[in-house]
């Protein structure tokens, strides 16, 4: 047993990574843990939006409807895999309570929130930490193929508008004006203005050498196995290095933080969605700007001269393994939207986890019991965007401080009428 640790963040994601900065930052002794190396979950290889523009939850009207079309057809961008698991199955039920109007109105305006803090917590911390991790605001364009996609797309920008996203409204012949390199045979295009971009894994390591530079201890390789509990509160935690006693403890182990804290009796509704990104030398000219090819569900974004293509959502559980089908997929589905040629080239493909929660905002907040355990994990699609709010928050939370906005709506306990005791 070595000395006590003030407060053991678990996991080296964005998530981790900007919780251990703001305590830092507040003057707390922080120790992180982390499994393998720093990013190497799902804060690497994805879109690296950060993206306001992206508050409409994935549990919107229709969406259950639309993955029961998707579920069949191998090359749609979404797949349940099937199988009895009771966890999932009480996910699903979580999904399509939240999945109707009413739950999005309120949904909406918190993401948003979170969004626009983060957003503007990066703008100080890369200029603060001189972070070398291309942040550039560039603005984000949805181009459309369909009529059907294009209808949801102005409903989805009339809904934003209503909460201060402003988005310009193009058709085909702007959209080749905006990006030469889109085809001129699409619907049209929605383009958010307040979007932002950053090379994802890029931020995750720089803000991590500036931790451990300023005195954090990063542990990587380390796998937290289990919890020690005396009097409702963690006194250490067992990894597969060594023993840890704590003061309080940050869990922020993304898609795998239902299973660090299962033994703790406690039931998180965070499913891993796995999706894929290919990397690979831009095919012509680089893109302006990123792009979502929209029906496709797929993200590319320009790194350089490199491009990024990011997309697919599988429910199929804890595995990193690649569906060779779903990565042609959305290299072909590229060919839909851009004049690129699509021929075979060198790529590195990757595979990530989001930590989806059914409603799509994040669980941030104390769970009561254990009394010094602070959940920051949840954030789906959209935990590049919210890292650093949420890192924040966690400080806040921790130090016992108000929060800067409303952290009530993100309450892990909210899927159990206050106990996410199984
Ligand atoms: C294809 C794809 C594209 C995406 N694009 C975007 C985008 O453009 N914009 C956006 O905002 N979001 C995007 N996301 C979502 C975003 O990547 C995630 O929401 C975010 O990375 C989650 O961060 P995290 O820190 O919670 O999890 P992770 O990055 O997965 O970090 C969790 C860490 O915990 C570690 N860990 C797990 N178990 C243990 C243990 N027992 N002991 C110690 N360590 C442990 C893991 O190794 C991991 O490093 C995308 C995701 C995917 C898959």
């Not at 934003?160 to 004006?177: C, K, W, Y």
Request: glycine share 10%; with cysteine; proline share 6%.
């Amino acid at each position: 047993m070595t000395q006590k640790r003030d407060v053991v963040v678990i996991g080296g994601g964005v998530i981790g990574v900007c919780a251990a900065y703001y305590l830092q930052r507040a003057g707390r002794r922080v120790t992180l843990l982390e499994q393998g190396e720093i990013g190497s979950g799902s804060s690497h290889g994805n879109a690296g939006w950060i993206v306001p523009s992206h508050s409409v939850p994935l549990a919107e009207p229709g969406a259950i409807l639309r993955g029961l079309r998707w579920m069949f057809n191998p090359k749609s961008p979404f797949y349940i895999k099937p199988r009895i698991d009771f966890d999932l199955f009480r996910w699903l039920l979580h999904f399509r309570a939240a999945a109707n109007s009413r739950a999005v109105q309120r949904t909406v305006p918190v993401a948003l929130e979170l969004s626009r803090m983060s957003l503007a917590l990066y703008e100080d911390l890369v200029a603060r930490e001189e972070l070398d991790c291309g942040f550039a605001k560039s603005g984000l364009l949805g181009i459309y193929r369909t009529s059907r996609g294009w209808e949801d797309a102005l409903e989805q920008a009339r809904l934003l508008s209503e909460f201060g996203i402003p988005s310009q409204i193009l058709n085909a012949a702007e959209v080749v004006r905006m990006e030469p390199n889109a085809r001129d045979d699409t619907t049209g295009g929605v383009f958010f203005e307040g979007d932002a971009n950053v090379r994802p894994g890029a931020f995750v390591r720089e803000l991590a050498l500036r931790l451990y530079e300023s005195g954090c201890e990063i542990r990587t390789n380390t796998e937290v196995l289990g919890f020690d509990v005396s009097s409702g509160r963690i006194t250490s935690i067992r990894t597969s290095d060594e023993e840890y006693t704590v003061d309080t403890v940050v869990l922020a182990a993304g898609a795998w933080s239902p299973r660090v804290v299962k033994e703790l009796g406690l039931r998180l509704p965070v499913q891993p969605a796995k999706g894929y990104s290919i990397t690979f030398e831009s095919p012509g000219e680089p893109l302006k700007q990123p792009l979502m090819l929209a029906e496709a569900r797929i993200g590319a974004t320009p790194f350089g001269q490199q491009l990024r293509l990011a997309g697919t959502l599988e429910l199929s559980g804890i595995n990193l393994n690649v569906r060779g089908r779903r990565v042609n997929a959305i290299r072909e589905a590229m060919a839909e939207y851009l004049t690129y040629d699509i021929s075979p080239r060198e790529e590195n493909v990757w595979v990530g986890m989001r930590p989806l929660s059914p409603d799509g905002l994040p669980l941030i907040g104390r769970v009561g019991n254990p009394s010094n355990l602070v959940v920051a994990t949840g954030h789906s699609m959209t935990g590049m965007t919210q890292g650093p709010a949420t890192g924040m928050l966690v400080s806040q939370i921790v130090l016992g401080k108000p929060t800067d906005i409303d952290i009530e709506p993100m309450s892990p306990l909210r899927f159990s009428g206050g106990a996410a005791h199984a």
